[in-house]
């Protein structure tokens, strides 16, 4: 992959991303500090390769940005067994009936909601990790911010995400 030691934000970060138990993060670093690989590296860490259903969420403000990160998971994912990646983003079709076997769901908030409680392709009881990344975008300067909190929080009374990380990028 490249990695001789991890950046100043990974080594700050990963240790509270990897605790046990789980706890929230807000993160805000410069652009190129490798703060995809390190809430990646935590989703990967956080899957159950063997259960096939989704466990964690990762929101990006464009298609372009959910795409890339999900070439960083598949990438860093190829030394994790049984762990797939799929992308809730428009022009991905899904069929009714569909039940997802990807761990990793990553995608932009419209196509998310209409996945998660249009669709029900997601059971959120069992979404072990959120992750809203660009979140300064996600909840203030695109209006994302219903759109956000309404696909981490459900719309089921009691719905809790055993942990939710937020990161963005700092000017």
């Not at 809203?132 to 719905?159: N, P, R, V, W, Y």
Request: net charge positive; proline share 5%.
């Amino acid at each position: 992959m490249g990695f001789n030691r991890p950046s100043k934000i990974q080594a700050n970060a990963l240790p509270i991303l990897m605790a046990h138990p789980p706890q929230n993060l807000i993160v805000q670093s410069q652009s190129g500090t490798g703060k995809t690989a390190a809430f990646v590296l935590a989703m990967l860490s956080r899957v159950k390769g063997a259960e096939r259903y989704p466990q964690c969420l990762c929101l990006a403000p464009t298609y372009e940005l959910a795409l890339q990160i999900g070439h960083v998971a598949e990438k860093m994912g190829r030394f994790c067994n049984d762990i797939r990646v799929t992308y809730a983003v428009q022009g991905n079709r899904v069929s009714p009936g569909t039940v997802l076997e990807e761990q990793i769901v990553i995608g932009t908030p419209g196509t998310m909601l209409d996945w998660c409680f249009k669709r029900r392709l997601l059971n959120m009881r069992r979404i072990c990790m959120f992750v809203l990344d660009e979140a300064d975008i996600m909840i203030d300067t695109q209006g994302f911010s219903s759109q956000s909190i309404h696909a981490k929080g459900g719309e089921e009374e009691g719905k809790i995400f055993h942990r939710g990380l937020a990161f963005s990028q700092m000017c």
